[in-house]
């Protein structure tokens, strides 16, 4: 079991012939993440702002879905999604092919919506109350005050904790891979089963590891900065 | 439509001898009650304001004086009583919060400036966004109104970075943006050293001089003594006795009004 070093380049060698199948499946995560905080931050949004309506109706309502998506786990959530969603979606003339890839991304961003509602909420109320008062003693209606007062202001402390949620779901993709999506973590466990060689087993996720590692740090070190740029001062 | 109002208090307000027009009041609050929870700020306010005014409203801490300022441009919304502000029924569930904050402009002791906007902008964007101005008559306006509180050479500044008492007279230009035709101040000088104090009341002053009805709630007792027309008591939700200044610093008749005084450094 000792590894000489024709061993070591032979494995490199193996990562290496792997790396393009296993590096475009990286990409599908890197879309699928992407593509999950876009839908998850929209709706989220829209969620957060249903929380601190003023109408109980809409409220309340927000908060319950906010809170029960916030505290499901993600991977019984991604379950699911690939079973309730159909295989094609047809609207009016159209039929739209939906790919397990397309369902883990819907899966993918129902947490993300939560979560982001729950960020939108609570940096809006960690405001001061005395800058809704101004802008209405302006006369600025609550949706005015909101958009034009309120989140400009709540964006940057949001930012950094949006940052980090981002971080999560990147690192929650291969959560795909158990639902038959095509990823990075899919296509090594291929190209591993292809190769039948146990040794390769630790430095292929190894490489792997490294991948979202190296993906995943400067986001991390970005939101460390934005964290304290502002924190100090309102 | 107002004359009856007007009528029916022309005889309950001592009129000052300053007073510049005696037509409606602009300000008539009718036992207005207002409770937080189990703690009651309000318990029967009734007052009346004379349009053209400066009124200062003094008292204890506590004494509802803010609460009493936040139910006028309807910020707070009372539990009975009738406020009428230029003829708007604030009390009325009903009310077009808009068209009265319109009229009556507010600023507040932590000036609440909005942080990620320059002074200029500060003051152009309630004009702009809520009376739908043109964007460039709203700036010359706002130019001048900079240049009045001279503070022009700051309009690209961001409050951060003015002092206290010019971010306080750049929130006072901003509420004058709207061309309201009363102002409320809420302690707009309980934050700022003497020099600033100096500074944002002379802008008051010249408010009062064009003939804008102010309400003052201040700790500034100089202030009141000296501009103020009609300086009003408060303490533990009610108005305890009202007048001109002469009359309140000098020779009050309530003990209350009396003991509140002889605590009071001028």
């Known amino acids: 079991m ?83 969603l159909p295989y094609q979606m047809t609207v009016g003339d159209w039929t739209v092919p939906m790919p397990a890839w397309i369902k883990a991304t819907i899966g993918l961003a129902l947490p993300v919506m939560g979560n982001v509602s729950e960020i939108v909420r609570g940096g809006i109320q960690a405001l001061p109350q005395a800058q809704w008062d101004s802008a209405e003693s302006l006369a600025f209606s609550r949706r005015q005050t909101l958009w034009m007062v309120i989140l400009p202001q709540a964006i940057k402390p949001m930012l950094p904790p949006w940052m980090n949620l981002y971080a999560v779901l990147i690192m929650a993709t291969p959560l795909a891979s158990i639902v038959g999506v095509e990823e990075a973590m899919t296509l090594t466990r291929f190209a591993l089963s292809a190769e039948n060689r146990s040794e390769l087993l630790l430095p292929m996720y190894l490489a792997l590891l490294v991948a979202f590692f190296a993906y995943c740090y400067p986001i991390a070190r970005w939101t460390a900065r934005l964290e304290r740029r502002f924190a100090v001062k309102h | 439509m107002l004359d009856l109002a007007a009528d029916r208090h022309a005889a309950a307000v001592p009129s000052p001898g300053l007073l510049p027009r005696t037509d409606s009041p602009a300000v008539v609050l009718t036992d207005v009650r207002k409770s937080f929870g189990a703690s009651r700020v309000l318990n029967g306010v009734s007052l009346s304001i004379p349009r053209g005014n400066v009124t200062c409203v003094i008292g204890p801490s506590g004494s509802g004086k803010s609460t009493l300022l936040r139910c006028i441009n309807a910020l707070t919304p009372v539990d009975s009583g009738s406020v009428l502000v230029d003829g708007i029924a604030v009390h009325d569930p009903a009310l077009d919060k808009l068209a009265l904050r319109r009229r009556v402009g507010m600023v507040f002791q932590q000036y609440n400036l909005f942080p990620h906007k320059t002074a200029l902008e500060n003051v152009m964007m309630a004009p702009i966004h809520v009376l739908g101005e043109d964007r460039e008559e709203v700036e010359a306006r706002a130019v001048a109104l900079l240049s009045r509180i001279r503070l022009l050479d700051k309009a690209h500044s961001y409050p951060g970075a003015l002092s206290g008492g010019q971010q306080q007279r750049v929130a006072i230009a901003r509420s004058l943006a709207m061309r309201p035709t009363i102002m409320l101040f809420d302690e707009v000088t309980a934050a700022l050293d003497p020099v600033m104090v100096k500074e944002v009341l002379a802008t008051v002053r010249d408010l009062a001089d064009d003939g804008i009805t102010c309400i003052l709630v201040t700790h500034e007792m100089g202030f009141a003594r000296d501009v103020a027309d009609q300086v009003c008591f408060t303490d533990q939700g009610i108005v305890v006795e009202e007048g001109p200044p002469e009359k309140i610093f000098t020779n009050p008749d309530d003990p209350r009004t009396r003991d509140f005084l002889g605590h009071v450094r001028f």
Do not use: E, H
């Open chain 1, 2 to 84: 000792i590894a000489g070093d024709g061993d070591a380049v032979g494995v490199l060698a193996t990562i290496w012939k792997w790396a393009p199948l296993i590096g475009r499946g990286f990409l599908l995560n890197i879309l699928i993440s992407v593509l999950a905080m876009a839908m998850g931050t929209v709706a989220g949004l829209a969620l957060g702002l249903g929380q601190i309506a003023p109408y109980a109706v809409l409220r309340r309502p927000a908060q319950i879905v906010t809170q029960f998506f916030r505290n499901a786990p993600w991977l019984v959530l991604l379950f699911y999604c690939i079973l309730l």
